[in-house]
């Protein structure tokens, strides 16, 4: 099985546990991803990769679970780089993070989130 994490900082305790058990109940692969802009600076990928290796070091690698990062760099709107990358790998789940929103906030449409939930073509599971 293989799972995709796109992560998000502000969901991290949320997200990373779930995927933890999941990839423990389902021996799952981890592909722990980040997009970026493609007019992003050198500092800030490398920043971002630490970051995320570190993130994979803590949680994953120190729980038995094979994983690895990568940070998607290809000129895509975020969501649509998730889902892309998705099928690419034949990725059996997307776990994402979601916030909580106001009446007026669940009528806008055009978040990453509900990109990702109503376009991909495995199950997403979003966590708060």
């Known amino acids: 099985m293989k799972l995709l994490v796109a992560y998000d900082a502000a969901f991290a305790d949320a997200m990373l546990p ?22 992003a600076g050198e500092q800030d990928i490398a920043r971002l990769e630490h970051t995320l290796n570190e993130v994979r070091r803590e949680h994953f690698k120190s ?4 994983s ?4 998607l760099i290809r000129g895509m709107e975020p969501g649509e780089d998730v889902v892309q990358f998705a099928k690419e ?6 776990i994402i993070g979601v916030q909580r929103r106001s009446k007026v906030g669940k009528m806008m449409f055009g978040s990453v989130a509900q990109y990702i939930i109503l376009e991909a073509e495995c199950p997403v599971l979003s966590v708060k």
């Open 18 to 39: 779930e995927a933890i058990r999941l990839a423990k109940a389902f021996d799952a692969y981890i592909y722990l991803i980040r997009t970026c802009p493609a007019d």
């Open 63 to 66: 729980a038995g679970i094979e």
């Open 68 to 71: 690895e990062v990568r940070i």
């Open 89 to 94: 790998k034949e990725v059996d789940q997307i």
